[in-house]
């Protein structure tokens, strides 16, 4: 149980309610031991009168009475405690439950790319989802029913103890076994429930890329061969989860013999006490319901095994993820107003995961209000600024200023209050466009909403559609084209007004009309604010106040527009390049 250790400062932190809840289980367990004590002595009253054939009758059934009326009485105290037993030890479980997954949801956020590259969405779902409900139950009902039976197996215990040694000691004797056969299960059940487990998240994540990319499976009439391998890994995941059961089923018929044993062992060894005068009748049918009510309890033992077993592969599972380190770690924070200037010094990036130099030894100066133009060919380096300005990565080597201030010494949520980023990949949520737009900026009003989509090129569009800005859209803007989802996300950066912003290719789905126009809005819009545009058009560069040329992560030409023209380098064969396709 060493992953489950995890959990023990939220143990911890609502030990008082759990403290609560062991002392109502105990008193609940107390008020239901009246019973086969009063039924004893019932029956033990019943035979010295009928064997006797004297006493007083009246005496007898006023005994029996209150005996019915206390076992009543004790029997509701019981079921009364029981049900605040579980309003208190069940509801702690949902308060872990939801503080640890926040704390995974929170962990998440803070992780890098990398992480998010190297693992399935699937897999994040299902160890937040499937694995933390493994976990509940352990923190729930499997500590309920723990203490139930421990409070219950100590109470019978000493009671039978008390009333017969020797008939104790014979009907406890399945016990050891008991014990021996559940620690062998145990091993068995935590091995096969890590693989449950496993399989179920690499069946989440399967199925997420599939409904993902429904749009390419269809395309290319994928469909069956899609359908062959769900339910290839549908028969192996129920192949395993059998293995699983096949061993969980071992547990309640074992459980169920050895209490038959020791019913057995009971009524043998307890018929012949009494036969020797050795106890009396009341005191077998005493034991009988004693060892019955031990039934539950020491079923349960197998189930609580099981559950702690699966919640122990679960919680190593999550202890994978919450163990990840945090690699871009909030700064001290900086107490000031971003002017914009930004300064790259001899800065290096090499990606962890794949050990690959995205930029090499690079610096430049963009000064407040300018704006840098990044240019050069597919993994020349260009989104690789974008990333380091944004602290999406931190360079190996070299510094980043802003405002003659480290880029690390500003606080992350500090820093990118300052920017407004449009990625490549354009993301929008299953939200409505109103909705998707708002998420540059909580609470901006219709009008602000509607003139950053005009400086985006797109209201004219959304007024069409039916619902206008109320449209909801589908995962990730599928019900939308490429150079709408392109130009809703620029409406989103531009609506949070930031000092700072980041275009990375944000224009390559639209038509070239359309891209002047944006390119004259995003200018007006700029004014005063630093910007850097990385495109593969010239055309979306060429007013920027200096341009880059990025190959292999290194800074080939520099300069502007028409002094990277003059150079007649890479720069001015790509433009001519680009000028001949668009005349043609």
Not at 199 to 207: A, P, R
Not at 212 to 222: I, Q, R
Not at 481 to 491: D, E, F, K, N, T
Request: charged letters at 20%; a positive charge; glycine letters at 6%.
């Amino acid at each position: 149980m060493r992953a489950l250790q995890y959990l023990n400062k939220y143990l911890k932190k609502y030990f008082l309610k759990l403290l609560l809840g062991i002392i109502i289980t105990v008193i609940s367990r107390v008020f239901s031991l009246f019973a086969p004590r009063l039924i004893g002595e019932s029956l033990t009253a019943i035979e010295n009168y009928l064997s006797n054939h004297q006493g007083d009758l009246a005496a007898l059934k006023s005994l029996l009475l209150n005996n019915i009326f206390i076992i009543i009485g004790a029997t509701l105290l019981s079921g009364f405690f029981t049900f605040l037993m579980r309003q208190t030890i069940i509801n702690v479980s949902r308060y872990i439950e939801f503080d640890l997954k926040n704390e995974i949801y929170s962990h998440y956020q803070r992780l890098t790319q990398r992480f998010y590259k190297n693992n399935r969405t699937g897999d994040l779902m299902s160890r937040i989802s499937e694995d933390v409900s493994k976990v509940r139950m352990y923190v729930g009902p499997a500590i309920m029913y723990s203490i139930n039976t421990a409070t219950l197996f100590i109470c019978v215990i000493t009671l039978m103890f008390n009333i017969a040694p020797k008939l104790s000691v014979y009907t406890l004797i399945p016990l050891p076994l008991l014990s021996i056969t559940i620690y062998k299960l145990s091993k068995v059940i935590n091995a096969r429930s890590t693989i449950v487990q496993e399989m179920l998240s690499k069946l989440s994540s399967y199925t997420q890329e599939i409904f993902s990319g429904m749009s390419v499976v269809k395309s290319y009439g994928l469909e069956s061969n899609t359908h062959e391998k769900f339910n290839a890994m549908a028969q192996k995941a129920r192949g395993i989860n059998m293995n699983l059961v096949e061993v969980q089923a071992w547990f309640f018929p074992l459980m169920i013999l050895l209490i038959g044993l020791s019913n057995l062992i009971v009524i043998f060894t307890g018929g012949r006490q009494y036969m020797d005068g050795s106890i009396e009748i009341g005191v077998l049918a005493e034991f009988i319901i004693y060892i019955n009510m031990l039934t539950w309890p020491v079923a349960v033992v197998g189930w609580v095994t099981s559950v702690v077993q699966q919640a122990e592969a679960s919680q190593k599972r999550i202890n994978a993820f919450l163990n990840e380190s945090v690699e871009i770690l909030n700064g001290p924070g900086v107490d000031l107003s971003i002017r914009g200037e930004i300064i790259f010094k001899n800065v290096t990036l090499i990606y962890p995961d794949t050990q690959i130099k995205a930029l090499d030894n690079i610096s430049f100066v963009i000064k407040k209000g300018e704006s840098l133009g990044i240019i050069g060919k597919v993994g020349s380096g260009k989104s690789s600024v974008l990333n380091l300005i944004n602290r999406l990565y931190d360079p190996q080597y070299g510094k980043i200023l802003l405002d003659n201030h480290d880029i690390k010494t500003f606080k992350l949520d500090q820093l990118r209050g300052f920017i407004g980023n449009v990625t490549q990949n354009a993301f929008l949520f299953s939200e409505s466009i109103e909705d998707n737009i708002k998420f540059g900026k909580q609470g901006a009003s219709d009008q602000e909403i509607i003139e950053a989509s005009k400086k985006a090129d797109i209201h004219s569009s959304i007024k069409k559609f039916r619902h206008g800005y109320k449209t909801l859209l589908g995962e990730r803007g599928l019900t939308l084209s490429g150079g709408q989802i392109q130009r809703l996300s620029i409406a989103r950066a531009l609506i949070k007004d930031p000092e700072i912003l980041l275009f990375d290719d944000c224009l390559s789905a639209v038509d070239t009309d359309t891209e002047e126009k944006i390119l004259k809005n995003l200018s007006e819009f700029c004014q005063g604010k630093t910007s850097v545009i990385v495109s593969h058009r010239i055309s979306s560069v060429k007013d920027a106040d200096q341009i880059i040329v990025l190959d292999r992560g290194k800074i080939i030409e520099n300069g502007t527009h028409q002094k990277l023209l003059d150079i007649k380098g890479f720069y001015f064969d790509l433009f001519n390049k680009q000028q001949t396709e668009k005349d043609i």
